[in-house]
């Protein structure tokens, strides 16, 4: 398998970027809705201990996959023409742009928390006590709504990609599974 994009399908690069994003959103998705339904349990503590860190490390994935998709723009496989393939770019770039202000948007909320940023286990910022608003105020007015947004978003795009293989019998899931029509 090549490692750059073709017309007919993406190459391993822009898979195992997609698919990491993947596992870390599930873990991200995961771990707030098992905190929801089971609450504050010793369990949820190391998974919810985890949310500010694997959020960074998507924001990282996500640009890393943004440039590596703009050098690959002119290779990859092209979206259907007409409403369907319109309506994949849409949705795409709306998948795109809340796996980006989501992380964003949480930590700039975390820098401006006054409680110090610690990512992975290594502090970047000491506490300092004071809140910035500017910084506190988008995070917390749409962090969590934004999410589940995303998650609806995912879940469409699953439910399409269910759609191309089972009833339209199409190609477009062995394009970044890696799997025979």
């Known amino acids: 398998m ?3 994009d ?3 399908s993406y190459g391993t690069v822009s898979r195992v970027l997609h698919w990491t994003m ?3 959103l599930f873990w991200q998705f995961g771990g707030m809705i098992l905190k929801m339904v089971l609450g504050r349990v010793p369990l949820m503590a190391f ?4 949310h500010a860190s694997v959020g960074a490390l998507l924001l990282l994935v996500l640009m890393l996959r943004a440039g590596w998709a703009f050098t690959q723009k002119a290779q990859r496989p092209p979206y259907e023409a007409g409403l369907i393939g319109r309506a994949a770019m849409l949705g ?3 998948l795109y742009t809340l796996m980006f202000v989501i992380p964003f948007i949480a930590l700039l909320r975390m820098a401006g928390s006054g409680k110090g940023v610690t990512l992975f286990g290594v502090q970047l910022q000491h506490p300092h006590g004071q809140e ?3 910084m506190t105020a988008p995070g917390n007015a749409l962090h969590g709504n934004l999410a589940w947004v995303l998650l609806a978003l995912v879940a469409g795009h699953v439910l399409m990609v269910l ?3 089972f009833l339209w019998r199409d190609d477009v899931l062995s394009r970044m599974a890696g799997t025979p029509a």
């Open 2 to 4: 090549a490692l750059t």
């Open 6 to 8: 073709s017309s007919r």
């Open 132 to 134: 910035v608003e500017w």
């Open 92 to 94: 795409h770039y709306a």
């Open 47 to 50: 998974w919810v201990g985890t």
């Open 163 to 165: 759609l191309h293989r």
């Open 22 to 24: 993947a596992a870390l």
